[in-house]
């Protein structure tokens, strides 16, 4: 399975697997003991697909740095998010020598070698890019092309009465008619 079907939800601890959808969200099973929860629309949810890093020169997804880590590691998990600040800014120097220290805390290193172990523990180490070739063939598909809907015809408004219709008084009390008669 790849980062696609990966959550992060605010305020639970640990990842989610994307289970199925519900009525009024999607059920999700966490990664740290295996039970399934209901997320509803007013959890904050982020894909891991969807996570970037930031570097001197760009943004760096998730999944390019998960796989500068599991490169280093040959795979395996690596030190423990629970590490001292200076231990876990030291080995994503390592892993990621441009990142933007002002921009990457401690608290989001911590975070993501938590989620690299956690990953690697239920064994979600594949860190490919999503299925591109699926995608591809999916563009070059021969499909017609769709015809714009033709707009719907008018339906033929009555024809305009041409009998006068009745003048109001205007201020001076004279109609329309009546003025143009005195001339």
């Given at each position: 399975m790849s980062l696609e079907k990966v959550l992060s939800i605010s305020g639970k601890p640990g990842l989610y697997k994307l289970k199925t959808q519900t009525r009024t969200g999607f059920l999700a099973e966490s990664l740290l003991d295996g039970k399934t929860i209901n997320v509803s629309g007013r959890h904050n949810v982020s894909l891991l697909s969807e996570i970037a890093v930031y570097t001197l020169t760009e943004?760096?997804?998730?999944?390019?740095v998960f796989k500068k880590i599991s490169e280093k590691e040959d795979g395996k998990e690596t030190i423990s998010h629970k590490a001292s600040k200076e231990e876990l800014e030291e080995f994503f120097f390592g892993v990621m020598p441009d990142y933007d220290e002002?921009?990457?805390?401690?608290?989001?290193?911590?975070?993501?070698?938590?989620?690299?172990?956690?990953?690697?523990?239920?064994?979600?180490?594949?860190?490919?890019?999503?299925?591109?070739?699926?995608?591809?063939?999916?563009?070059?598909?021969?499909?017609?092309?769709?015809?714009?809907?033709?707009?719907?015809?008018?339906?033929?408004?009555?024809?305009?009465?041409?009998?006068?219709?009745?003048?109001?008084?205007?201020?001076?009390?004279?109609?329309?008619?009546?003025?143009s008669r005195k001339t």
């Amino acid at each position: 399975m790849s980062l696609e079907k990966v959550l992060s939800i605010s305020g639970k601890p640990g990842l989610y697997k994307l289970k199925t959808q519900t009525r009024t969200g999607f059920l999700a099973e966490s990664l740290l003991d295996g039970k399934t929860i209901n997320v509803s629309g007013r959890h904050n949810v982020s894909l891991l697909s969807e996570i970037a890093v930031y570097t001197l020169t760009e943004e760096v997804p998730l999944r390019e740095v998960f796989k500068k880590i599991s490169e280093k590691e040959d795979g395996k998990e690596t030190i423990s998010h629970k590490a001292s600040k200076e231990e876990l800014e030291e080995f994503f120097f390592g892993v990621m020598p441009d990142y933007d220290e002002d921009r990457v805390y401690a608290s989001d290193i911590k975070k993501i070698v938590q989620w690299y172990n956690m990953l690697v523990k239920n064994g979600l180490n594949d860190f490919s890019e999503a299925k591109e070739e699926t995608k591809k063939s999916e563009e070059g598909t021969s499909e017609k092309p769709k015809e714009p809907k033709k707009p719907a015809a008018k339906k033929a408004a009555a024809p305009k009465s041409t009998a006068p219709k009745a003048s109001s008084a205007k201020k001076g009390g004279a109609t329309k008619s009546a003025a143009s008669r005195k001339t």
